[in-house]
C-alpha cells in the first residue's frame, strides 16, 4: 500500500501562489498515477489535476487550466502541485492521492479511481 504525505499548504492572497507538495512510500512501483483533489466545507471533492507517474503526462479542469501545474522527482517520489494566481474560491483542503496500475482507467479524474490518500493540506487564498 502506498502512503502519501502532503505539505506545503498556508494562508496567501489573491493573486499569490503556493507550492504542495505529496512524498510517497510504500509500494510506488504500483502507482499509475498521482492525482490532487480539493474540498471546501459543505463542498464535494473536487479533481484538480493529476500527473502520469510513468511518462510525467498531466490533465487538469478548465477551473485550474493555466494556473496549477504538477511535476514530480520520480528519485524522490515526490509529486508538486504548483498553484499560481490563486483566488479565493481557491480556498479549500487539499489532498493527493495515487491510482495504482491495473485498479484505475487511463485517466482518473474521479475520487473513486483513486486508491490511497493522503492527509490533506489546507490553503487559504485571501481577497
Known amino acids: 500500500q502506498v502512503q502519501l504525505v502532503e505539505s506545503g499548504g498556508g494562508y496567501v492572497q489573491a493573486g499569490g501562489s503556493l507550492r504542495l507538495s505529496c512524498a510517497a512510500s510504500?509500494?510506488?512501483?504500483?502507482?499509475?498515477?498521482m492525482g490532487w483533489f480539493r474540498q471546501a466545507p459543505g463542498k464535494e471533492r473536487q479533481f484538480v489535476g493529476y500527473?502520469?507517474?510513468?511518462?510525467?503526462?498531466?490533465y487538469f479542469p478548465d477551473s485550474v487550466k493555466g494556473r496549477f501545474t504538477i511535476s514530480r522527482d520520480n528519485a524522490k517520489n515526490t509529486a508538486y502541485l504548483q498553484m499560481n494566481s490563486l483566488k479565493p474560491e481557491d480556498t479549500a483542503a487539499y489532498y493527493c492521492?495515487?491510482?495504482?496500475?491495473?485498479?484505475?482507467?487511463?485517466?482518473?479524474?474521479?475520487?473513486?479511481?483513486?486508491?490511497?490518500w493522503g492527509q490533506g493540506t489546507q490553503v487559504t487564498v485571501s481577497s
Open positions: 492521492a495515487a491510482a495504482l496500475i491495473g485498479r484505475t482507467t487511463v485517466l482518473p479524474r474521479t475520487a473513486k479511481e483513486y486508491d490511497c
Open positions: 500527473i502520469n507517474w510513468g511518462t510525467g503526462s498531466t
Open positions: 510504500g509500494g510506488t512501483f504500483s502507482m499509475y498515477a
